[in-house]
């Protein structure tokens, strides 16, 4: 057994046998792209309902929805390439908390990157989007991780269950004439 949080070390998981060979697909992101969609509604849910029961609003899932709406294009548009980049630098690095903790850092610099964007250059908005970001980004790094280890578990199955060439499905049967 390996250290833990090892990806070696899981029962089950047979990590491949190049760490540096890139396994994800555009599956992988796409799934990824959901459930950090998903968590940041969630997240924009749980902050509006949380700021609306505090000051006694009533119109927090409006201001969830403009959350939600300004999140999206900044997950498509900074959270897919960098997802694929880190994905595929972080491929020899098998201790996932290092996966997760890089992740974690890339939603905290898009949150960064969106409040010098926002705020004409200041820092202001970060404090009010790390909530959505980081959760995001490290939500969406372990499904996508899930997908991408049961496809290429399932890949290589299939492989092994081929022949390299087709064989008669009796092989020391009678020949047919």
């Known amino acids: 057994m390996g250290l833990p949080g090892d990806l070696d070390a899981r029962p089950g998981l047979r990590p491949p046998r190049d760490p540096r060979r890139n396994e994800w697909s555009l599956v ?3 799934v990824g792209w959901l459930a950090g969609a998903a968590t940041m509604t969630v997240v924009a849910l749980i902050v509006g309902a949380v700021a609306g029961l505090s000051d006694g ?3 927090w899932i409006g201001g969830a929805a403009i959350a939600v709406l300004f999140g999206l294009p900044v997950l498509g548009c900074y959270g897919i ?3 694929a980049v880190a994905a595929s630098l972080l491929r020899p ?4 908390w290092i996966h997760l903790a890089v992740f ?3 939603g905290a610099i ?3 990157l969106f409040s010098l964007v926002m705020s004409e250059g200041g820092i202001g908005l970060i404090p009010a989007t790390l909530p959505y970001g980081v959760p995001s980004a490290v939500v969406a790094r ?13 890949r290589t199955r299939g492989a092994s269950r081929m022949p390299d060439r087709a064989e008669p499905a009796d092989p020391g049967g009678p020949a047919s004439v």
């Not at 690095?93 to 996932?96: G, I, P, Q």
């Open 28 to 30: 992988d992101l796409g």
């Open 57 to 59: 609003g009533t119109d």
């Open 81 to 83: 390439p960098i997802a």
């Open 93 to 96: 690095v098998r201790a996932e």
């Open 104 to 106: 974690a850092g890339l």
């Open 110 to 112: 898009g949150c960064a």
């Open 142 to 154: 372990l499904v996508a991780k899930r997908i991408a280890i049961r496809g290429h578990d399932a």
